[in-house]
């Protein structure tokens, strides 16, 4: 049985926002949460991920493993 008085409040129904937008609910000690990044916007999930190669290491790395 936990002890009474030393774990924090739990809210079930925690609103995460980012840029002002809720964007979903969870889990959480703090009633609200505020991200600067989410699967929504980080470009790795949204398709708008570029790699930025000054040095020709990605297409040394295609040609060695023959990779089109």
């Given at each position: 049985m936990p002890k009474d008085k030393i774990h924090p409040k739990w809210f079930n129904n925690s609103k995460v926002y980012c840029d002002g937008k809720e964007i979903m609910t969870v889990g959480s000690?703090?009633?609200?949460?505020?991200?600067?990044?989410?699967?929504?916007?980080?470009?790795?999930?949204?398709?708008?991920?570029?790699?930025?190669?000054?040095?020709?290491?990605?297409?040394?790395?295609?040609?060695?493993?023959?990779?089109?």
């Open positions: 000690t703090k009633k609200t949460l505020n991200v600067d990044i989410w699967s929504g916007n980080h470009p790795f999930f949204t398709g708008s991920q570029k790699i930025l190669d000054s040095e020709g290491r990605v297409e040394k790395f295609m040609k060695k493993y023959k990779i089109k």
